[in-house]
């Protein structure tokens, strides 16, 4: 639409005014009246008289009717909602189990609820989600305990991101910790295994050798 003027004839004030495009559009608040220009006489004609139009310079149009001006564009804006399948009429859902992209403005089909799409360190991607009935006591893959804990808290892991530790994974259902065996420190009950026993043997065995090396330079003195 072209730029023109807006007066509301009550207050007598005048205003810019531009009505949008196909993305974006005003509307005149109640009141109010737009008036365009005869670009032929390069005129914009009012019920106050012609003013002389020149874009951008709304507010001298104004000033030429002795009417003072309030606002460089008076309309309040909206989204027409233009490109998206609401404008068209073509929407489709997206069922059960299929990603959607926050990009397109695809949406789920009625019952579902869009998921975050969680990575294997139980942080959510940015860009998409899946469509799925989290909060029906079953939990199945997408849904795990990061993106919908009603339904997967406590249950049998599906996959890694399932499992709730830092290093642990799904193996049959179950999460396994990737980590070494962390042994208690405890001065009267250690469950830490000893290296003391293999110590003692190697002293034994030292010993031996020097008793035999003792009797053989016995025998050899006797002679």
């Not at 499992?163 to 049959?172: F, L, P």
Request: charged letters at 20%; proline letters at 6%; hydrophobic letters at 30%.
């Amino acid at each position: 639409m072209p730029w023109g003027i807006a007066i509301n004839n009550a207050t007598r004030e005048c205003a810019g005014f531009w009505g949008g495009d196909e993305f974006y559009g005003y509307n005149l608040p109640a009141g109010w009246e737009a008036y365009y220009p005869d670009y032929a006489n390069d005129v914009v004609p009012t019920p106050f008289g012609n003013c002389t139009w020149e874009y951008d310079r709304e507010q001298a149009c104004c000033g030429q009717l002795g009417l003072p001006f309030v606002s460089d564009n008076i309309g309040e804006g909206f989204d027409t909602g233009f490109g998206t399948c609401e404008f068209f009429g073509n929407c489709t859902c997206v069922e059960e189990g299929r990603k959607v992209f926050y990009e397109t403005q695809d949406k789920c089909c009625e019952g579902l609820e869009g998921i975050p799409s969680i990575n294997d360190n139980g942080t959510p991607t940015l860009d998409e989600a899946y469509c799925t009935k989290c909060g029906d006591s079953e939990c199945k893959p997408p849904e795990n305990i990061w993106n919908c804990p009603e339904d997967c808290q406590e249950k049998e892991c599906q996959i890694n991101s399932d499992c709730s530790g830092a290093n642990e994974i799904c193996v049959s259902h179950e999460c396994k910790s990737l980590s070494p065996p962390v042994y208690a420190d405890d001065s009267s009950v250690s469950t830490k295994p000893s290296g003391g026993g293999s110590t003692m043997y190697l002293m034994f065995v030292v010993l031996g050798v020097v008793l035999a090396a003792f009797a053989l330079f016995l025998v050899k003195r006797k002679r």
